[in-house]
């Protein structure tokens, strides 16, 4: 029965809210937890029968079994969520999730990668068309500060590299157009050009990165050819694809861009999610003050 309201409310927030599949996945993922929590440790089979510390012993729960604080925090904001589609559904009379305190979250400084090591990540022979697709896709990332959900997805029509700027579709599928860089709008046209044809060998496919079988290629591939490239590289840090969009903007800001303008390319709703970028910044430059001034 509850499993019934649950892909009613996913169903509810992919209509109203347009969130991504990603994003649903999440919710549900959450919200599935919580149900099985309140049929087996709860016992609790009845939207009714849910009290407040039926929800604080679920997070209590969640604690205790190792989650994070950023981990419990988004659950109880989809809970709450959930609870309010509840009530406005009349399936709840009261919401029990009302009054229940988040868990702080502790914000970690985003990691960037130094400007040398980007430029020896890019150092990629591009003489083969895989290589001359790895090439075009890790140069794309840094010049935009797309997430690899958006790179992956972008299409041919997507690209305008006469006005040199390509358009995506982010989180609740707002459009947004960022920017290509010389060098990146290159990549592109060597790829276009000798590598995406060899690929995917007559196929019609929409989307401009594909993988060695010509099909689109996913965010794990995706994943995969930049750990190798960054081994290949003797890049020595951890690379995530997340870690050239937090390097673009870092870099970006250290270089004069206005926050306004790197919010937007980065398709924030919220300037205080770009304003982290600036504590970067500065972190840096205390840093490179300490390494190479004298009297430090």
Request: aromatic content about 8%.
């Amino acid at each position: 029965m509850m499993q019934l309201e649950l892909e009613d409310f996913i169903h509810y927030i992919q209509i109203e809210r347009g969130l991504s599949s990603n994003t649903l996945e999440a919710y549900r993922r959450d919200l599935k937890k919580y149900i099985k929590f309140l049929n087996t440790k709860a016992l609790i089979d009845q939207w009714d029968d849910i009290e407040r510390t039926s929800i604080t012993n679920f997070l209590y729960d969640m604690k205790d079994n190792g989650a994070s604080d950023a981990t419990i925090a988004r659950t109880l904001s989809s809970i709450r969520l959930f609870h309010r589609f509840l009530l406005q559904d009349h399936v709840l009379a009261t919401d029990p999730s009302i009054h229940i305190e988040t868990p702080s979250k502790k914000r970690s400084l985003p990691k960037v990668l130094s400007s040398e090591d980007v430029e020896q990540l890019l150092k990629i022979e591009a003489n083969d068309p895989l290589s001359i697709r790895n090439k075009a896709m890790i140069e794309t990332l840094y010049a935009t500060g797309l997430r690899v959900s958006e790179l992956i997805q972008l299409t041919v029509s997507d690209l305008h590299l006469m006005m040199g700027f390509v358009r995506c579709f982010g989180k609740g599928a707002k459009e947004r157009i960022v920017p290509l860089g010389d060098l990146a709008k290159e990549s592109i046209e060597h790829y276009l050009e000798d590598g995406r044809p060899y690929l995917i060998k007559g196929k019609a496919i929409d989307q401009i990165f594909v993988n060695h079988h010509g099909r689109a290629l996913s965010r794990q591939g995706f994943w995969k050819i930049l750990k190798t490239v960054a081994k290949d590289k003797q890049i020595e840090k951890n690379l995530t694809p997340h870690m050239l969009r937090h390097s673009f903007a870092t870099h970006l800001l250290e270089n004069g861009a206005d926050l306004r303008a790197v919010q937007e390319m980065l398709g924030h709703a919220d300037i205080s999610t770009t304003q982290i970028y600036t504590h970067v910044s500065k972190k840096r430059l205390k840093d490179i003050y300490s390494k190479h001034h004298p009297r430090a």
